[in-house]
């Protein structure tokens, strides 16, 4: 076993990432005996939870799903103390299990993994940091996130706004004060959605830049009863256990009933209670076909129309909200608290892009094609270059020098979402070809890397120092993805999960649709078949092969 030193070290496995995903990853592999180092960018833990810090932040699956299950201890003694805990509270808990495991002696911070490349002769991993770290690897396992890599629109002008401009996946620590301000928000997606409600709430005024109508469901947060919250925690296990076993790794019970096989007035009624309940799960798991067949989703799309045109008082602004272009939940829908309650405020005003689109920002605000919006601060809540951004960002290159770039260059192409053929010893997190943001992610990232510790075990007990995805399987895995894809509504949407926000990117669904329990499953079969799909070597025959 290697033991790090100093900068130009060999360790075992090298983390990308310290958000939830690397951090469990650390904990998991230190446990194997391994020497693991984690770098990160930020300057410390949290991922997501550490740079997402714009106002109203907070997760849409509920915080007491939405956190580790690997530590009965930990579940017990950590209390959250509302159905969606706000960003600060979820950063505190990620800081708490640092703490706890005793994590941070091995992460480096404010150290940005610049490039990854395979020595064939050595069959090692050569990692290079912007903090001169130059440290070699036998694994490297990339916990960089799916939605981290954040995208600002490429508008002319900004640079000569005088005011100031922030991205919500990059909010600066010490907050912003927007009361007296005169504030433009750009992006309508679910940062946008969680955050202009709050900053309508202090700003003098609030101009939203729509280009995309979403579809948005009351969250209903409210304050987590403390008996509530002990009786999940006595039967934690049990709702655990519920959670693998469904789709989106969200203890909800699937679905039975198609849409149109029930009377509209029943169909409603169904509809308003799931409204009423608020979340997610509510809606989206109403009637079991909404992602399958358009007539049963106009029925959802339709309900939640008229409720925007309910709540919105003025029937032209209600209009421009409204999502006419995409089925319900093609794109990620939103939860909000008193999203479209906002547009009916004095100070908030909505700009459709689509009619008035912006040509450029000059120093005193933006300019659409209706003219000026004087503004003192913009918000870009623009979201993220989702899923393969964050890798792509990395100069990885795998067997022949061969940079990842060009081998995705018409989109990702894994194994399982967890490996690539030509990059032996590289583990993605919650990869494209995983269930990842289709699911509850920290259930995903838990699985992840527990498949990973598994694997690195097995080749461990077996003398075996090499793993690399084959071309075949990886092949087969592409078009098993697509196909499930092909087989929804998802990818009649320009959505994120398709790469449409990105000038540029291939137009491919992104995550793995075809539920968690099932790809569970199938990761689990690959390792109890040896590892199907991928070769194993012994470090020589590693180093030798083509
Ligand atoms: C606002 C917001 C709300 C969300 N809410 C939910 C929710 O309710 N439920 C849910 O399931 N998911 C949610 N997500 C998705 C969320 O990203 C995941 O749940 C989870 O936090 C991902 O953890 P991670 O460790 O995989 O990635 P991240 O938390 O994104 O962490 C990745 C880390 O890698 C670092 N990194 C990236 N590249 C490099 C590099 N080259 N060198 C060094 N460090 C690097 C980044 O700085 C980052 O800290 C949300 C996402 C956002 C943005």
Known sequence: MSTPTDRSRSLDVVVVGAGFGGLYALHRLRGLGLSVRVYEAGSGVGGTWYWNRYPGARCDVESLEYSYSFSQELEQEWDWSERYAPQPEILRYIDHVADRFDLRRDIQFDTRVTAAAFDETLGRWRVTTDQGDDVSARFCVMATGCLSAATTPDIPGLQSFQGDWFHTGQWPHEG???????????????????????????????????????????????????????QVKAGYGALRDAARGSFSAIAVSAPTELALEVDPAERRRRYEAAWARGGLMSMTTTFRDLILDKAANDTAAEFIRSKICEIVDDPDVARVLTPTDHPFATKRPCLDTGYFETFNRDNVTLVDLRQTPITEIVPTGIRTTGGVHELDCIVFATGFDAMTGPLLRIDIRGRGDRPLRDKWSAGPRTYLGIATAGFPNLFILTGPGSPSVLSNMVMAIEQHVDWIADCLSYLGAHGLDAI???????????????????????????????GANVPGKPRVFLPYVGGFPQYRSTCDAVAAEGYRGFGLTAAAAAAERP
């Open 176 to 230: 912003v004060d927007f009361s007296g301000k005169r504030v433009g928000i750009v992006g309508t997606g679910s940062s946008g959605i969680q955050s202009i409600p709050v900053i309508a709430r202090q700003a003098s005024n609030l101009v939203v830049f729509q280009r995309t109508p979403n579809f948005s469901l009351p969250a209903r947060n409210e304050p987590l009863a403390p008996d509530a919250q002990a």
């Open 468 to 498: 690399e995805a084959t071309v075949d399987a990886e092949d087969a895995w592409v078009d098993h993805v697509n196909q499930l894809a092909g087989a929804t509504l998802f990818p009649r949407a320009n959505s994120w999960y398709m």
